[in-house]
């Protein structure tokens, strides 16, 4: 899979050589290339905003950094996903995240200030034999720009990428695959601080252990998060 950055802030992506990622790259299985967006302008202070068209607080991206970057990245592409994290975006969830792992080059382009022209989005959706677009949020809360929220988007849907999980198993039975919040864990030893390890989970009975697990998710999701259940 290949997946280019595009911010202001090369730098913020470092951490993409860390763990389970930083192995993926190092091993090939993920080619992930940051871009500053300050490359692609050519004045001499690298402008990359303006004020907004209607006035009003705050300043905007302007469209032709992004347009050449774009260019750049998607020269040869074929079967691109172009995102941008955006709080006026639809929710990232699992299911997104499994269908951006499914695809063999993802772009991020992260926006700073009060985001990028809409433009560029529009631009970059007319043209749907090189790249689909998705305006994608990672919650309803605030953040100063993409970057963080594209380093979510890249743990998530990077770490669904056949061979990136040591173990398989471990990717089906957890939050959010099932639609439930995955059930609570234990490990040694048995009691700790005399607080016990629920018996059930000792006593070796597969079906049991599977019923409590089960009643566990439903449990815990109708408590915290009634909405998964359509409730
Ligand atoms: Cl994707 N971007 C920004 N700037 N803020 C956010 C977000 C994204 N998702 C939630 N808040």
């Not at 079967?79 to 995240?97: C, K, M, N, S």
């Not at 929220?149 to 990428?161: C, F, N, P, T, W």
């Not at 018996?199 to 009975?205: A, E, I, K």
Request: include cysteine; charged fraction near 25%.
């Amino acid at each position: 899979m290949r997946i280019d950055v595009v911010t202001i802030f090369p730098e913020f992506f470092s951490v993409l050589d860390v763990s389970l990622l930083g192995k993926a790259r190092a091993s090939g299985l993920i080619d992930i290339r940051v871009h500053d967006l300050r490359e692609f302008t050519h004045d001499r202070h690298r402008t990359v905003d303006d004020t907004p068209a209607g006035g009003g607080a705050g300043m905007v991206m302007k469209p032709e950094p992004w347009g050449e970057a774009l260019d750049a990245v998607l020269a040869d592409a074929a079967d691109a996903v172009v995102v941008f994290p955006t709080p006026a975006g639809e929710l990232f969830r699992q299911p997104i995240a499994r269908a951006l792992a499914e695809a063999p080059h993802l772009v991020f382009c992260c926006g700073r200030y009060e985001g990028i022209d809409q433009r560029v989005i529009e631009h970059t959706a007319s043209r749907p034999e090189v790249a689909a677009v998705r305006e994608l949020s990672l919650g309803d809360y605030v953040l100063n720009g993409g970057e963080v929220a594209a380093m979510a988007m890249i743990e998530a849907a990077g770490r669904l990428v056949p061979g990136m999980v040591g173990n398989p198993d471990s990717l089906v039975e957890e939050s959010h695959e099932d639609g439930l919040l995955e059930y609570p864990s234990y490990t040694k030893p048995a009691v700790w601080r005399g607080l016990e390890t629920p018996p059930v989970l000792l006593s070796g009975n597969h079906a049991a252990i599977a019923a409590w697990r089960r009643e566990q998710q439903l449990d815990r999701t109708r408590r915290i998060r009634p909405e998964l259940l359509g409730d």
